[in-house]
């Protein structure tokens, strides 16, 4: 099992571990800071020592690192670890503006977003039906009053459940998320609607942040 350092603090942008095993141009550590893609999250990229980390692999609880050329290392040897941390952070602002916007969105007009996509510059929550531009508007104007209130975002694992994870910001209810995120929506910056999409019945509605 890789331990998942990225849970523990989503801020560690460099660590030091042990190579546990290696296929190829693939590298199993003791431990990472680099969280996998998911299919609504992009993983992280950095490097191993000097090779660079283009892609990552979770097969059970193991996290498989695929660098961009076969390495020289060996089983047991010690490893830096560096995140290409300016698309961490991005990633984990727009992460959080979503989530912050889908509380409001839930809350104040009981519209519940059936997904929430996250890209490398941009996100998206789908809805199954198209949202009045008014409603639109008002939660984004009511996120980005949030956001200058400095709420605080804390992630955890359920009590119960081993393995799932939620979201949570300010008072607004949980939300089941095993992706990562800001401390307080200050970090956030400001919300930008980008694009309305209809597609198939279904709105999407994207955003980037400032």
């Known amino acids: 099992m890789t331990k998942k350092l990225?849970?523990?603090?989503?801020?560690i942008k460099k660590h030091q571990t042990k190579v546990v095993k290696i296929k190829g141009n693939k590298i199993l550590l003791k431990e990472t800071i680099f969280f996998p893609q998911t299919s609504t999250e992009p993983g992280d990229i950095g490097k191993i020592n000097d090779y660079k980390v283009v892609e990552l692999e979770k097969e059970g609880e193991e996290i498989w690192h695929i660098?961009?050329?076969t390495s020289l290392f060996k089983e047991g040897d010690t490893v830096n670890l560096e995140l290409n941390w300016d698309k961490r952070y991005k990633i984990m602002r727009l992460h959080s503006g979503l989530h912050l916007w889908a509380g409001i969105f839930d809350s104040r007009f009981k519209e519940r977003a059936?997904?929430?996509i996250v890209k490398s510059n941009l996100a998206y929550l789908v809805f199954k039906h198209e949202i009045d531009d008014n409603i639109i508007q008002k939660t984004l104007e009511q996120a980005n009053e949030d956001i200058k209130k400095?709420?605080?975002?804390?992630?955890?694992?359920?009590?119960k459940k081993k393995g799932f994870r939620w979201c949570k910001i300010g008072n607004y209810i949980p939300i089941p998320c095993g992706g990562?995120?800001?401390k307080?929506?200050?970090e956030i910056g400001k919300i930008i609607l980008k694009e309305k999409i209809i597609e198939q019945g279904k709105q999407k509605l994207i955003i980037e942040v400032k």
């Open 184 to 186: 307080s929506t200050k």
């Open 6 to 11: 990225f849970y523990e603090d989503a801020y």
């Open 114 to 116: 059936v997904a929430g």
């Open 150 to 159: 400095e709420l605080e975002i804390k992630t955890y694992e359920d009590e």
């Open 180 to 182: 990562l995120h800001v």
């Open 67 to 69: 660098i961009d050329k």
